[in-house]
């Protein structure tokens, strides 16, 4: 019994000892741990200090985010198949206000807009190219590759567009231009002619559709010949036809006959365009001219050679 009782009693001793040396090692800990935080606190303390006798680490910031906010958005590259190629916006070009308020903001909010605008009516995008400002009505997002554009080149667009004046969207009207390498061009209005419902021959003649005219009044004749009544048909059926291709029969012609689309402006009228066209390229020809004749070269000066 003597030999038990030592033997618990020994084990209680160790036991006791364990217990001591465990909070020992506790107390150890938490003192280090109290210890590391007192340096780490001090030296974000001398961090701080030094930032704030700094002023340049806290001024960069802020600069570059007042730059980016004083930037307008540029096109950076084109796709292939994308809203901005078919209204021919080009690499480079600086899009400077939305509905006549100039766009500083973010590639983001741009998006945003364009993706929540109304693809009735669409959105008046201000464009600057080379100097010269015009617009364009995209009715949804222009699916190119966007970047914000050089100081320098917002300096000057913000210099163009100070004596610029964008009118609502009702009052203007998209007109494509085609030209050929000759630098001939045509201006065609997208809107449809009631002419080209009503008298659809007549239209034609203006236009100088001269193949399509000859079809309609072989039509015409063929299906007069038979009965009146085929006659009215052919009839309704072709003012149906022409006030739903009215556009891509112009366009069709026109580019069979060497032209390219070159721009898709929203303009006023047709002299508008036409004097737009004139300050993108003085040397551009209109058939009919409305704004004037064409800059023309002087031709080189014929030389004698002289025999040696």
Partial sequence: MAEQELAEDTEAMAAAMAAAAISDDIDAI????????????????????????????????????????????MVKELRAISRARSLRLQAEDVIVAIDGVPFHKDIESFLDIMFECDPEN????????????????????????????????????TEDFKGYTVDPIETYTTFEVLRDIFRNCIVLDTRLSPMAMIFPPVWLMQNRLWEVMIAVFLIYGST???????????????SIYFRKAHLVLRRSFAMMRGRHIWMVVAE???????????????????????????????????RRRRRS
């Fill in 224 to 238: 007069l010949a038979v009965h009146w009544v085929l006659f009215v048909i052919a009839y309704v059926v072709l």
């Fill in 122 to 157: 669409g959105r008046v995008l201000t464009i600057w190219r080379n100097g010269v400002l015009f617009n364009v009505i995209a009715r949804g997002p222009l699916g190119c590759v966007l970047e914000h554009a050089k100081s320098d080149v917002s300096e000057k667009a």
């Fill in 30 to 73: 938490s003192t280090q741990r109290e210890a590391s935080r007192d340096q780490a606190a001090g030296a974000s303390a001398e961090t701080g200090e030094a930032a704030a006798d700094s002023p340049a680490s806290t001024a960069s910031p802020a600069s570059s985010a007042g730059d980016a906010a004083s930037t307008y958005l």
């Fill in 268 to 302: 006023k009228s047709e002299q508008e365009t036409q004097r737009l066209c004139r300050r993108m390229d003085p040397k551009c020809v209109f058939v009919p001219d409305l704004v004037g004749p064409p800059v023309v070269e002087e031709e080189p000066k014929k």
